[in-house]
């Protein structure tokens, strides 16, 4: 079951966020953070995918960087912190959508992808203006944009309830990062010696 899991670790992350897809159709009469959550559940599962698979290569490139061979079930596997987390930014808001400082890690989160991919096309020396997952990364940003405005031009939040948003993501994608870096033997503190490294190459 254990070996199950991992080797299918993306797949069983798209089946559980479509059936919370489907559950909410059914549902109906939904309040405005619940359907900017659905929003991001289906940019998520897009953003998986085309990460990982469609086309696909950003694992890889991470993987070169390190200079760290990761074989393909080890790949696989590394969606498993992926999957807690984004299970996590999305199924708590959805439920508690009566306090709208529940979707902020979410939010932030979405923005902080599209800065990333935009940032990995210096890092990596792209040779085309994409790096995998670029193009979900950046409609994440702008629906976090989008939900922001909703948010700010109805006083729905304080300056204060962003920090905490902002804080509490950087602190779980830092954890899954950790996760993820120790699953395949690598130590998480070397990343920015790394980063520095990658990005004084030649293109």
Request: hydrophobic letters at 55%; proline letters at 4%; a positive charge.
């Amino acid at each position: 079951m254990i070996k199950f899991i991992k080797y299918y670790a993306l797949e069983i992350y798209t089946v559980i966020s479509m059936l919370i897809l489907v559950i909410a159709g059914i549902m109906g009469d939904l309040s405005v953070i619940q359907k900017f959550v659905l929003v991001y559940i289906f940019l998520f599962i897009s953003h998986e995918w085309e990460e990982m698979s469609y086309p696909g290569g950003f694992a890889d490139l991470i993987a070169k960087m390190i200079e760290v061979d990761i074989n393909p079930e080890m790949k696989r596997a590394s969606r498993i912190p992926t999957s807690i987390l984004l299970l996590t930014f999305t199924i708590t808001p959805f439920i508690l959508h009566q306090y709208p400082i529940t979707i902020l890690p979410l939010a932030f989160l979405g923005l902080f992808e599209g800065f990333v991919h935009i940032f990995a096309i210096k890092l990596f020396k792209c040779p085309k203006c994409y790096s995998p997952g670029f193009v979900t990364a950046e409609i994440q940003a702008v629906v976090t944009i989008i939900l922001f405005t909703y948010l700010i031009k109805n006083q729905i939040l304080s300056g204060f309830d962003y920090l905490i948003g902002i804080l509490v993501m950087f602190v779980c994608f830092v954890i899954m990062q950790k996760t993820i870096t120790m699953m395949i033997g690598y130590k998480y503190s070397n990343l920015p010696k790394m980063l520095k490294k990658q990005l004084a190459k030649k293109d």
